[in-house]
């Protein structure tokens, strides 16, 4: 099966189209940018400009006034000739003669001191110039001009490094985005892969992680976690389905044995009543394994969880030991209990956890032997608590200490007494209910069940 395909909404989405929104946006900013600096440029340029030629001017026109017209003809004609400071000067009569400086900048429709573009004709072409203008006491007109086309070609020159630089840093931006959106694309599309290959039935299928990580590899870790608790639960339900068909076969095959007993004709009554009670206990044991899973399945869900309240688990612990007691002493065992003297509340579950110790105190009965020493402890700790039971029996093997915590497992030696295998798993659910953990250890001689339960606020 292909991995579905990366789409957005009206088609799909090519590898392109990202780097392209990149392009084009970080295009429209820098034009727009350029546009702005060019705006304030040109007026700090055309400000800064119209204050010289006015200073300019009023300099002139001072001139003029205070040593005469004739000094003032022969300064501006020195300025042309030099072309002085960037202006060009122009000074005609009353009547629009020229007197001194260049000629062309008369504009007899121009008022007396507003700036005003005018335009000259050299060499066939057309120069544009930003004039200023001041009447003398004299009636003589005085003019200086700036060249506009210079101002021109600097902006066009602006015009053309701008635009280098756009091209080249959109072009950046495009290659960007293309590596980019190639990384996430090829991201995505691993963790579709796996998403493909869980739908085709490879439950065992996870998300890639690299090191250090980023949001994608934090993505592929959640994905992975769900999966491996995904895959933790169809494992325990087929593990459960099968057990239950196999665990389950034999108590139900003689309860109806027995019932079938009961029901056939010239049985004795005591012989029919026989029959029917060992039906009953067939029963009985059949509705303790539901039973048993139903509270292991709770406990591995949380559901319980609403149920846990606050106890003092040096009442319990010394409840459970004196129910049990008796049993570890008919087994010819000796017990004993070692408890705080002062109470230790903790938020517990306290069906599920007097049942779990029960449960390691029943299993001691069955399994350390005659003569035996049973230990039931309570230990407390800053952040947490454990209920030990350890024993001098046989023990177990190290390498089954695992094992037997799953649902429905007995070893070989056990096979021979009754029980549904299913002790050892409400106590691992306990743990797992409380946030602890469920060991078994080597008690050198023995077996030493620890059940740590992380301790909460209360």
Request: hydrophobic share 45%; net charge neutral.
């Amino acid at each position: 099966m292909k991995p579905p395909s990366l789409r957005r909404r009206g088609g799909v989405l090519w590898p392109w189209q990202f780097p392209l929104l990149m392009f084009a946006g970080a295009a429209a900013a820098l034009i727009a940018a350029l546009l702005m600096v060019d705006h304030i440029g040109e007026r700090m340029i055309v400000e800064e400009a119209q204050a010289a030629a006015t200073a300019e001017r009023d300099y002139l026109a001072a001139v003029g006034r205070e040593e005469g017209l004739a000094i003032l003809i022969d300064s501006l004609n020195r300025r042309e000739r030099l072309h002085g400071g960037g202006f060009r000067y122009s000074l005609t009569d009353a009547q629009g003669k020229p007197l001194a400086g260049m000629t062309g900048l008369t504009n007899p429709r121009g008022a007396g001191n507003t700036w005003r573009v005018v335009q000259t004709g050299a060499d066939g072409g057309t120069t544009q110039w930003q004039v200023v203008a001041s009447a003398l006491p004299s009636g003589a007109r005085l003019q200086v001009a700036q060249n506009l086309d210079r101002r021109a070609a600097f902006r066009a020159g602006v015009f053309r490094g701008s635009a280098f630089a756009i091209l080249l840093a959109s072009g950046a931006c495009f290659a960007v985005g293309l590596a980019l959106n190639g990384m996430l694309l090829s991201r995505a599309r691993a963790i579709a892969d796996t998403a493909a290959r869980i739908a085709d039935g490879d439950i065992g299928a996870r998300v890639a992680i690299h090191e250090p990580g980023d949001v994608f590899d934090r993505l592929g870790l959640s994905i992975n976690q769900m999966l491996g608790r995904i895959e933790e639960l169809m494992t325990g339900m087929r593990t459960v389905t099968d057990s239950l068909a196999h665990d389950l076969r034999t108590p139900l095959t003689r309860l109806r044995g027995a019932l079938s007993r009961a029901m056939a004709p010239g049985l004795s009554e005591a012989e029919r009543i026989a029959a029917v009670e060992q039906a009953q206990a067939e029963a009985d044991r059949a509705l303790g394994t539901f039973s048993a899973l139903l509270d292991i399945a709770q406990a591995e869900t949380g559901l319980s969880r609403e149920t846990m309240t606050t106890v003092d688990l040096s009442r319990l612990v010394a409840d459970v030991a004196e129910l049990f007691g008796p049993l570890l002493e008919d087994a010819g065992q000796s017990f004993r209990l070692k408890v705080l003297p002062e109470p230790v509340l903790a938020r517990t579950h306290e069906l599920l956890l007097r049942q779990a110790i029960g449960n390691l105190l029943h299993n001691a009965s069955r399994h350390a032997g005659k003569g035996a020493k049973v230990l039931l402890e309570l230990a407390a700790h800053d952040q947490t608590l454990q209920v030990i039971v350890s024993d001098d029996g046989p023990g177990v093997p190290a390498a089954d200490r695992g094992r037997v915590q799953e649902r429905f497992v007995r070893l070989d030696r056990a096979r021979s007494t009754q029980g549904s295998g299913l002790g050892l798993a409400i106590v691992a659910a306990c743990a797992k209910l409380h946030d602890g953990e469920f060991v078994l250890e080597d008690n050198r001689p023995g077996l030493r069940a620890v059940l740590t339960l992380r301790r909460p606020s209360l």
